[in-house]
């Protein structure tokens, strides 16, 4: 029986096991930047400088979401070196604010990965979309959970990001904070059902026990567990449990108090 995602091998993969880096979307936060290929826009929004920046723009045929080489827009650089005040500057003026870099990546994506909250912050505000994914199909709330930024997720969640978005590896953002056993986070997103559709919850929880391979992250997702719940790929966590390592404890049970007690052993 194969996985949702051809096999359950795919859970590894955004760890980078035997991938290439180029081919992982989390091996690199910023843009590697040279200035001598940046126009003058670009150059200045990239190192911060509010005032060159306005200059520019005062002159009138500067185009405010030109794209460099990569891409990428004068927002992009601001967002992803941490200059609020130029990205407030850009939005002020009237930029595009979902433009995508070559890697379909948003400002407000990069300020995401990047962890620079107080751009991401602003373009929240503005009505930037945060389920746009880039082209490993993350959106800004799997890196956020990725960078177990707490605060970040929490205002993602505040703007609907989607719980729910599956990457090409076929893993939501829960389900990334398992596979990467980043706990605080497993335990933050627990902690959110009140604040989102209780339903998106409970269809994952089982699911998470039977994947996880730790055992302080099965006490915190293993409360008011669902045995017959599925994911978006239609697999409950008996499925699940054939590939996992708990499989030799695990019998097919009807009660689910027996199967999350076989799991915690």
Not at 8 to 18: M, S
Not at 167 to 177: C, I, M, Q, R, S
Not at 186 to 215: G, I, M, P, W
Not at 233 to 239: D, F, K, P, Q, Y
Request: aromatic fraction near 6%; proline fraction near 3%; charge should be negative.
């Amino acid at each position: 029986m194969k996985g949702p995602c051809g096999s359950f091998t795919c859970w590894r993969r955004c760890r980078g096991d035997d991938v290439e880096d180029d081919d992982s979307p989390f091996t690199q936060r910023g843009y590697n930047i040279r200035e001598k290929h940046l126009g003058k826009l670009h150059r200045a929004a990239s190192r911060g400088e509010v005032s060159k920046v306005e200059r520019i723009l005062s002159r009138g045929n500067a185009d405010l979401d030109e794209r460099d080489k990569k891409k990428r827009t004068a927002l992009h650089l601001a967002c992803a070196n941490g200059h609020p005040e130029v990205v407030a500057l850009l939005v002020d003026r009237g930029c595009q604010l979902n433009v995508f870099d070559n890697k379909n990546r948003t400002a407000l994506l990069k300020a995401v990965q990047c962890q620079e909250e107080e751009c991401a912050t602003i373009l929240l505000e503005v009505g930037a979309d945060p389920d746009l994914p880039d082209v490993y199909g993350n959106t800004t709330l799997h890196y956020a959970v990725y960078n177990e930024d707490i605060p970040m997720t929490k205002k993602l969640l505040l703007h609907h990001a989607d719980i729910e978005s599956a990457n090409k590896d076929e893993l939501t953002p829960v389900l990334l904070a398992v596979n990467e056993q980043k706990q605080q986070m497993v335990d933050f997103l627990r902690k959110q059902k009140e604040n989102l559709s209780a339903a998106k919850f409970e269809r994952y929880t089982l699911v998470l026990v039977v994947h996880c391979e730790s055992a302080s992250i099965v006490s915190i997702l293993q409360q008011n567990a669902d045995v017959f719940s599925q994911d978006i790929s239609r697999w409950a966590a008996e499925n699940y449990a054939i590939f996992s390592p708990f499989s030799r404890q695990i019998k097919h049970h009807s009660n689910k108090d027996l199967l999350v007690q076989s799991l915690s052993l």
